[in-house]
């Protein structure tokens, strides 16, 4: 009687609720403290580029292809802060839209490569010295040889320059770091336990890719195609600035390099602005890419 009496006596205050949104940025921040230090950095970069390429045609202060021949070749000042090209067009605005070609195309590139390559490395992979495996590793062994932008020089030449030129020619070579190493990746799995009890059990070869292969091999694949975007994104760069990629009036970090090659020594600024933001952009997705191997290799926190 007395214990009830002190129950009753005690008063219980609610617990506080976390809200999702607290929980959410809790959980990212714990996701990014455990990683290498290059990922946290590439991921500050990345996202800072990618908001600025985003909102660029809001926040330019002239239009990029506006030509001004009074204004050309300013340095910078108020009125233009990196000054103006050999056509009086605002480099700023031109550097704040200038990525936006040669980034989608890179990110379209490495993601067609990326499920292509992936898809016929694992079936390589499972048919392990069969006829379909033996073919793609061979095709495999060849392309792999030739570097990319000489194929793609050669796809762009005679097929004419443009994007969908430029995608393709970089996706027919792109392909195959992917495939091997999901194929590699496949035959370690291949004598896992859990594999050979699904084979035991009837399953089929599809439902053991999809549910057993590819959930196990996507983290070291993602951490390769974040450096595979980084080199598309120089190589894209490189047939720009030869004048097979994207074409002119169009504003692209590579074009604008090309253009302000002949004023170097009057206007620096005019190659150093582009040649920077191609540079951060590459040096962000390879630090992610870097960070993420680290994680796959080791599994641990990556803080070393």
């Not at 089929?204 to 080199?231: D, E, K, Q, W, Y």
């Amino acid at each position: 009687m007395r214990i009830d009496k002190a129950v009753q006596g005690i008063t219980f205050s609610p617990l506080p609720l976390i809200s999702r949104r607290h929980s959410a940025v809790w959980h990212l921040w714990r996701f990014l403290r455990g990683r290498h230090w290059t990922f946290r950095a590439g991921i500050v970069i990345l996202v800072v580029l990618a908001t600025t390429l985003v909102v660029a045609p809001w926040i330019t202060p002239y239009d990029p292809a506006a030509q001004n021949l009074i204004a050309r070749l300013l340095p910078p000042g108020a009125e233009h802060w990196l000054g103006t090209d050999q056509l009086g067009r605002d480099t700023f605005s031109r550097l704040l839209v200038g990525g936006r070609f040669t980034v989608t195309i890179a990110m379209i590139t490495v993601i067609l490569s990326f499920a292509i390559g992936t898809v016929i490395g694992v079936v390589a992979g499972r048919v392990e010295g069969g006829l379909f495996d033996e073919i793609t590793m061979r095709v495999v062994d060849v392309l792999i040889s030739i570097p990319d932008v000489v194929v793609a020089i050669f796809l762009v030449a005679i097929m004419g320059p443009g994007y969908l030129t430029v995608i393709a020619s970089l996706t027919v070579i792109g392909w195959t770091p992917f495939a091997r190493l999901a194929r590699g990746l496949t035959l370690a799995i291949n004598a896992q336990g859990y594999i050979q009890a699904a084979e035991v059990l009837g399953c089929s070869r599809s439902f053991i890719i999809c549910r057993h292969v590819i959930p196990n091999i996507i983290r070291p694949i993602a951490a390769v195609s974040f450096l595979r975007f980084g080199h598309k994104l120089i190589t894209v760069g490189a047939l720009s600035f030869l004048g097979l990629g994207v074409q002119p009036p169009a504003a692209d970090w590579a074009l604008m390099l090309a253009d302000a090659q002949p004023y170097v020594e009057r206007l620096p600024i005019l190659m150093i602005a582009p040649g920077l933001a191609i540079f951060f952009a590459a040096l962000s997705v390879t630090w992610i890419g870097h960070g993420l191997d680290i994680k796959a290799r080791h599994g641990g926190s990556g803080d070393e």
